[in-house]
């Protein structure tokens, strides 16, 4: 992507001409600074589940946040960006289809993009008794979420190389987000090649969403996670469990059988970062799948 034109581009509340340097502060040494920026940043160029015209033109600047070491609060920024590619959809949404997601921007132009930012931003507002215009409107909302998409589907590189972070936190992260994108083998070997540690529960439920990840007892990603069901940490072996059923169904072994029923009679189970649904969420729809709920 070229260097973004931010003087023509809008994000929640207006001209985007300050997103260059809220992203440059998240490398502020000053706690203060980089708390003001994360503040404007996830208000803007992604506001309660939408994307603006801003938004895909902050991927790669997000991307080289994270690639950085150096950078403070990577994890934030590995969030932000999971924001402004994928929105607001829950794993419900996996595996993901992006050509039915966005199928509603079907048709829509740069030049119908750039006409509704200017009704909104820089008039008096849209028409709201025109209908065309207002389905219009509804369809360029689709068009930005669609780009943004496509920007952050260009750095699935980047995401596989996140899995193998020291920081835990990130790994996860990355987990979670890099399954939007597919389970091509590279990526499938990525996830494969974490090993158990705090990162491990979070690649378990990616390889649940990949189901065209290999399967059968003798696939790569069947085979280690049947292995996982004996991991000492229980979110790592509870989310093999879940990820087995998910791939399988009522075929799933039965050591994995039993790690659910024993997790769904528990008082508490442990989180999971990097998804939003709870890990007792995920064993419930684990046993519908294998139709024991």
Not at 197 to 225: E, F, T
Not at 228 to 236: K, Q, S, Y
Not at 268 to 286: C, E, K, T
């Amino acid at each position: 992507m070229t260097t973004p034109p931010w003087d023509r581009l809008h994000h929640a509340y207006g001209p985007a001409t300050e997103v260059p340097a809220w992203l440059a502060a998240l490398r502020d040494p000053d706690p203060e600074a980089r708390r003001a920026a994360r503040q404007s940043l996830s208000g803007s160029i992604y506001h309660q589940g939408t994307r603006w015209p801003a938004s895909a033109y902050a991927v790669p600047a997000l991307v080289d946040l994270v690639d950085d070491p150096a950078t403070p609060d990577r994890a934030w920024a590995l969030d932000l960006l999971r924001g402004v590619a994928i929105g607001d959809l829950r794993d419900d949404q996996l595996p993901f289809a992006p050509e039915v997601a966005f199928r509603d921007a079907a048709g829509v132009t740069a030049a119908d993009a750039d006409m509704i930012a200017r009704g909104l931003f820089d008039g008096d507002g849209l028409d709201d008794e025109d209908g065309d215009l207002v389905e219009l409107a509804d369809a360029v909302v689709v068009w930005w979420a669609a780009r943004a998409f496509d920007a952050a589907a260009g750095h699935v590189q980047a995401y596989r190389r996140w899995l193998a972070d020291p920081d835990a936190e990130v790994a996860a992260l990355a987990a979670e987000l890099v399954v939007w994108f597919g389970g091509s083998p590279p990526t499938v070997a990525a996830l494969l090649a974490v090993p158990d540690g705090p990162a491990r529960p979070s690649v378990n439920l990616a390889l649940a969403h990949l189901p065209d990840s290999g399967r059968g007892r003798h696939s790569p990603a069947d085979s280690a996670l049947e292995t996982l069901l004996a991991a000492e940490r229980e979110a790592t072996a509870v989310t093999a469990a879940v990820a087995l059923a998910y791939r399988a169904g009522p075929e799933l072994p039965d050591a994995a059988l039993t790690t659910l029923v024993e997790a769904a009679g528990r008082d508490s189970l442990p989180d999971v970062r990097g998804w939003d649904r709870a890990l007792r969420g995920f064993v419930a729809v684990a046993l519908r799948k294998v139709g024991l709920v």
